[in-house]
């Protein structure tokens, strides 16, 4: 197991590890919209959601991959009618075959997010 960390996606805010390695896979936390530079909550669903896929694909290049290269995500979405909206900003950053997903409405995110991801993906 390798441990993944970048400045280039905010650290964690918590006991964990921005991502890790294991047999060839990357697994990264949960990534809410946190733009690193400021280190803050980016404002609305749309910025938020863009930072995270941002956010995700720094990760990625830290350890050795990139969005092409994800096989599952799993999405948290604080309010189920923002999926359309949510969805359009996915298709952006993750072109055909699109990974196995999963989306979910949830109650409440870290820092009353909108939105967060988390995905595992192959070593380039």
């Given amino acids: 197991m390798k441990t ?3 400045k280039n996606a905010p650290a964690a805010i918590g006991p964990y590890s921005q991502a890790q390695i294991v047999n060839g896979l990357v697994y990264t936390s949960g990534q ?3 733009d690193p530079a400021a280190g803050a ?9 863009n930072q995270v896929f941002k956010n995700l694909s720094e990760l990625l290049k830290a350890a050795g991959s ?3 290269k994800v096989i599952k995500t799993t999405v948290f979405i604080k309010d189920m009618n923002d999926f ?3 969805n359009e900003i996915y298709a952006k950053y993750f ?3 699109f990974p196995a997903r999963s989306c979910v409405e ?4 870290p820092k009353d997010a909108l939105v967060e991801c988390e995905v595992i993906a192959e070593l380039l």
Wanted: glycine residues 10%; proline residues 4%.
């Fill in 84 to 86: 359309g909206k949510v």
């Fill in 106 to 109: 949830v109650a409440r995110l």
């Fill in 66 to 68: 990139d969005m092409s």
């Fill in 95 to 97: 072109t055909e075959p």
């Fill in 41 to 49: 909550l980016v404002e609305g669903l749309e910025a938020q959601a």
């Fill in 4 to 6: 993944v960390a970048t």
């Fill in 32 to 34: 809410i919209g946190i």
